[in-house]
């Protein structure tokens, strides 16, 4: 009798253990300013555009896919970051919760969701869920594209 007690209650925390909410890191206390998400919010941790790319690409980051030319804060609680094809903007609404607006701008894509994040010491980022994007283990590095209208400018000059 005492070894089927043992084995209910081993298996009774295995199954609350699978059912508890788990995070990706502690919760944030603290004010964070947006340029932090640009350097360390982890794109592998929510559903995005970004998705399909992060199977292929080595890239984990906003500052993966833009330059620091590409991006501009209208205030202290939002960061933009543009292309000649797409924009994505953070926006807290607080210290743990921000906005994560996306938008190619053919059209054929707008987002804009809320997410928690989360600081994850191992790692030294921000995310947002449990769920992960793995890197593949050939991954390749992401180059960022050269926008048309320097390309063009830098044809002309030679």
């Known amino acids: 009798m005492k070894l089927f007690s043992l084995i209910a209650l081993v298996v009774s925390l295995v199954i609350f253990s699978s059912c508890s909410v788990k995070r990706p890191g502690v919760e944030v206390d603290t004010e964070i300013w ?37 991006l501009y ?20 609404i607080t210290n743990s919760q921000i906005v994560m607006e996306e938008e190619e701008k053919d059209g054929s894509y707008k987002s804009r969701m809320l997410h928690t994040i989360y600081y994850n010491e191992e790692f030294d980022d921000y995310r947002a869920s449990t769920r992960y994007t793995k890197k593949h283990e050939k991954c390749v590095p992401y180059v960022i594209p050269e926008d048309v209208n320097s390309t063009a400018k830098e044809t002309t000059k030679k």
């Open 34 to 70: 947006p340029y932090e998400l640009y350097n360390k919010f982890n794109l592998r941790t929510v559903n995005s555009r970004y998705s399909n790319g992060l199977r292929y690409y080595c890239a984990s980051y906003p500052k993966d896919y833009f330059r620091p030319d590409q």
């Open 73 to 92: 804060m209208p205030n202290t609680d939002k960061i933009i970051m543009e292309n000649n094809e797409t924009l994505l903007s953070f926006e807290f």
